[in-house]
């Protein structure tokens, strides 16, 4: 690591924001043609790279939201969440045509079900700005339709001196996709669950996936909810449990996650620091509603 490398720390979290609408309490999932009801619902600031920049900023490492913002009501409520956070907006890119970005979240016990929408292009206007952020050591990309949309972005944030980290995200149209692996080159830090990983590698059992990976990428550490989370780095694979709590809502756990598994790997923490410290702040996420409601206060 170079002296420079050493005076950066700070993190630059890119994706979009969504509005997120969490129905809680039910007593089965919808079907069609029939209505159900929930206990509780609530509205929050959603998105992979929100809830893994407001978490490890929860950790206390400088991060940074690169993102766009609608000017709508929906996208403008948010604006209290978000700054409450204490994440760095300075690099936040409000634009008519990023919102309203809406995710309908139902969840009844294990069971989750989603309907999102994506409104305007990914790429911030801050880009540029955010790449040559003088503090900015790492770049976590929350969402591989994220690289999809901006396809030189792992180059242009390795050209400025950045590690590089991505999150898949399950995305239905792409993650089937034969190139998915390839257009994920030079990525440091691969963070998927077990789910993605099947999709991706064609392997359900979770070992085999992560040998395929480790074949890609330098390092993985692979989601596998309450049975906790795998790692392989550098040819030492390993395997940590979850402790049992009370789950109210998974939404944004594996974001959590990954900002634990970053803000320890970037500290130079070993293998199993590094996993212990990101299941610690997965398992956070989970026994609260909404991915960064646990933070309040």
Same mark, same amino acid.
Request: hydrophobic share 45%; glycine share 10%.
């Given at each position: 690591?170079? *002296?420079?490398?050493?005076?950066?720390?700070?993190?630059?979290?890119?994706?979009?924001?969504?509005?997120?609408?969490?129905?809680? !309490?039910?007593?089965?999932?919808?079907?069609?043609?029939?209505? $159900?009801?929930?206990?509780?619902?609530?509205?929050?600031?959603?998105?992979?790279?929100?809830?893994?920049?407001?978490?490890?900023?929860?950790?206390?490492?400088?991060?940074?939201?690169?993102?766009?913002?609608?000017?709508?009501?929906?996208?403008?409520?948010?604006?209290?969440?978000?700054? /409450?956070?204490?994440?760095?907006?300075?690099?936040?890119?409000?634009?008519?045509?990023?919102?309203?970005?809406?995710?309908?979240?139902? $969840?009844?016990?294990?069971?989750?079900?989603?309907?999102?929408?994506?409104?305007?292009?990914?790429?911030?206007?801050?880009?540029?700005?955010?790449?040559?952020?003088? /503090?900015?050591? #790492?770049? #976590?990309?929350?969402?591989?339709?994220?690289?999809?949309?901006?396809?030189?972005?792992?180059?242009?944030?390795?050209?400025?001196?950045?590690?590089?980290?991505?999150?898949?995200?399950?995305?239905?149209?792409?993650?089937?996709?034969? /190139?998915?692996?390839?257009?994920?080159?030079?990525?440091?830090?691969?963070?998927?669950?077990?789910?993605?990983?099947?999709?991706?590698?064609?392997?359900?059992?979770?070992?085999?996936?992560?040998?395929?990976?480790?074949?890609?990428?330098?390092?993985?550490?692979?989601?596998?909810?309450?049975?906790?989370?795998? *790692?392989?780095?550098? !040819?030492?694979? *390993?395997?940590?449990?979850?402790?049992?709590?009370?789950?109210?809502?998974?939404?944004?756990?594996?974001?959590?996650?990954?900002? !634990?598994? $970053?803000?320890?790997?970037?500290?130079? #923490?070993?293998?199993?620091?590094?996993?212990?410290?990101?299941?610690?702040?997965?398992?956070?996420?989970?026994?609260?509603?909404?991915?960064?409601?646990?933070?309040?206060?």
């Amino acid at each position: 690591m170079t *002296l420079e490398n050493e005076t950066r720390s700070a993190v630059l979290s890119i994706g979009r924001v969504y509005c997120d609408l969490i129905f809680t !309490g039910l007593q089965g999932m919808p079907l069609l043609g029939r209505e $159900i009801f929930a206990e509780n619902m609530y509205i929050a600031a959603g998105g992979g790279a929100f809830i893994m920049a407001a978490y490890c900023a929860h950790a206390g490492r400088k991060t940074a939201l690169l993102s766009r913002l609608g000017t709508d009501a929906l996208s403008m409520g948010l604006e209290g969440q978000l700054t /409450d956070s204490s994440v760095d907006l300075r690099f936040l890119d409000r634009a008519a045509d990023a919102g309203p970005q809406v995710t309908v979240a139902i $969840i009844n016990n294990q069971e989750r079900a989603f309907l999102s929408r994506r409104a305007g292009p990914a790429e911030p206007a801050t880009l540029s700005a955010a790449l040559e952020w003088s /503090d900015a050591r #790492h770049l #976590h990309i929350a969402e591989f339709a994220t690289l999809v949309e901006i396809p030189g972005l792992v180059a242009a944030a390795k050209a400025k001196g950045l590690t590089v980290s991505l999150d898949p995200s399950w995305d239905e149209t792409l993650i089937f996709g034969t /190139d998915f692996l390839a257009t994920c080159e030079g990525i440091d830090v691969f963070l998927p669950n077990v789910e993605e990983a099947a999709a991706i590698t064609g392997e359900t059992e979770p070992l085999k996936a992560l040998d395929r990976l480790a074949k890609v990428f330098p390092v993985i550490a692979l989601k596998a909810g309450s049975k906790g989370a795998y *790692l392989a780095n550098c !040819g030492n694979v *390993l395997h940590r449990g979850a402790n049992p709590v009370q789950v109210i809502d998974t939404t944004g756990a594996g974001d959590a996650f990954n900002a !634990g598994f $970053i803000h320890s790997w970037l500290d130079g #923490h070993d293998d199993e620091n590094c996993l212990f410290d990101a299941i610690a702040m997965g398992t956070l996420a989970v026994q609260a509603a909404g991915g960064a409601t646990m933070l309040k206060g």
